[in-house]
């Protein structure tokens, strides 16, 4: 009744302030749900001879209506009053004992162990910053990360619902005692997500229930090379974009961000939204901490890719293009990626992970949810893939984890960055234009009049100094 008067247009207005939209379900059903056991609960403890059968609903929320009405303290008198009033039952003094024993299960017993963990407050976590040798992945540390320290292992976190989250496999020796223990500290339900073989083994090793999530495509960019019967298809998709004449840029200074705000628009309209919480989202300002490749068709940015880098390993981020690009521009943006990679003698390439195509995950979700064309696409390289696991303790957690995640994914909600501070002073990277210097202009021979006086003002300020 509630709800057909709220929804009235005189009401709408009162009510939309009062709740806000969309939490008048779930507050609805909240209630009913906690009503209802109370009522319950109620009835098992009356007296043998009542018999209120279903009516005991309705007089239970008459009489936490009076109670509420009330204000007192657990509504105390007006609650007794409405139940002695409405419940049938010759002998009052056990009807009084049935509500005495309501009042001391359902609301002193929860109230005595809720007091005990408030004595209990949670730890809070300390956030460490990133570790100078931490694996490439955790250069999510800038959007909203955090690293976190277990005994002797360091692992990349995030906070969501009540889980704490592990993403990526550990620094360190695996002790996963430590972690869970850090995190029920906190309130937390420990939760690892894409953990690699050892943490999962860690695990099991512990009754936690282990599920295959993903597999990581990885490249040893030492030895690989684009020969060979399984890369076969790489290269037709090579020549494709060498017939089309992209051409693959990569800095590490100045950056086209306006037209990289574009591609990466127009990618996002195409597939309605940017995937977060464990992959990485677009913010300008992190791209300088990146190693990032642009695709041009002539001289039209088309596409990029970008790579978080550790000690001895990138980890790939950010993919973005426009619709409509020629075919292999993407395949020449990783291989170019891949070269650079050798170039600098680094150990390991990530592309990244892809759902799992096999076991218990493939059965619950459709093949349309398990990317089989970014499996293609990835495959064409031929890397090594690794499993990825999503662990925790007890079917009903792993189930509320997997659910929590997969929301945090796809709907990731405000970017939240965390920039290491640079003190008092903004770090500001631009590119001015310089012409050419020639030292006999700023070195005249005898003779010879200077050519300083033609090269001062406005119009040449952007000069460099002359030699000393």
């Known amino acids: 009744m509630f709800g057909i008067v709220a929804g009235a247009p005189p009401l709408r207005g009162l009510v939309s302030k009062l709740i806000p939209k969309g939490a008048f379900l779930p507050l609805f059903t909240a209630a009913l749900v906690d009503t209802v056991f109370a009522a319950v609960a109620l009835a098992c403890l009356l007296p043998g001879a009542s018999d209120v059968g279903l009516a005991i609903y309705p007089i239970y929320l008459l009489a936490l209506g009076a109670a509420l009405a009330t204000g007192a303290p657990g509504g105390l008198g007006a609650f007794e009053l409405v139940l002695l009033a409405l419940l049938p039952h010759p002998d009052q003094a056990a009807l009084i004992g049935a509500i005495l024993a309501f009042r001391i299960i359902y609301y002193l017993c929860p109230a005595f162990l809720g007091l005990a963990g408030l004595l209990r407050s949670p730890a809070p976590l300390v956030h460490e910053p990133r570790a100078p040798l931490g694996p490439a992945e955790w250069g999510l540390v800038a959007q909203g990360a955090s690293i976190l320290r277990a005994g002797s292992t360091r692992w990349m976190c995030r906070e969501r619902l ?160 426009i619709d409509g690009i020629p075919d292999g521009t993407m395949h020449l943006l990783l291989t170019s990626a891949i070269e650079a990679c050798r170039a600098e003698e680094i150990d390991r390439l990530s592309l990244a992970a892809v759902p799992a195509a096999g076991g218990n995950i493939g059965r619950l979700v459709p093949d349309k949810a398990l990317l089989p064309g970014l499996r293609r696409f990835k495959q064409s390289f031929a890397p090594r893939w690794e499993p990825r696991y999503l662990c925790v303790k007890g079917s009903i957690p792993l189930a509320r984890a997997a659910v929590t995640i997969a929301a945090a994914i796809h709907y990731p909600g405000p970017l939240t960055l965390r920039l290491r501070p640079h003190g008092t002073e903004t770090e500001i990277r631009f590119e001015l234009p310089v012409a050419s210097c020639d030292a006999h202009e700023w070195n005249p021979q005898p003779g010879q009049a200077s050519a300083l006086p033609q090269i001062t003002g406005p119009a040449h300020d952007r000069r460099p100094f002359p030699p000393s």
């Open 162 to 321: 009540g889980l704490g989250i592990a993403i990526g496999p550990a620094l360190g020796p695996v002790d996963l005692r430590a972690f869970s223990k850090l995190m029920r500290r906190a309130g937390l339900t420990p939760v690892l997500y894409k953990a690699g073989p050892a943490e999962a083994s860690a695990a099991r090793s512990l009754g936690w229930r282990v599920l295959k999530v993903a597999e990581e495509a990885v490249i040893n960019p030492r030895v690989w090379t684009v020969d060979g019967s399984a890369r076969r298809q790489l290269r037709r998709h090579l020549r494709h974009a060498e017939q089309a004449a992209i051409r693959i840029v990569t800095s590490r200074r100045a950056l086209p961000l306006a037209e990289m705000a574009e591609v990466n628009a127009a990618w996002t309209l195409k597939n309605r939204r940017e995937r977060g919480f464990s992959m990485g989202r677009f913010a300008p300002e992190l791209l300088y901490r990146q190693r990032v490749f642009l695709a041009y068709s002539r001289d039209r940015l088309i596409a990029f890719a970008t790579f978080h880098t550790g000690a001895q390993d990138w980890s790939l981020d950010l993919v973005r293009h």
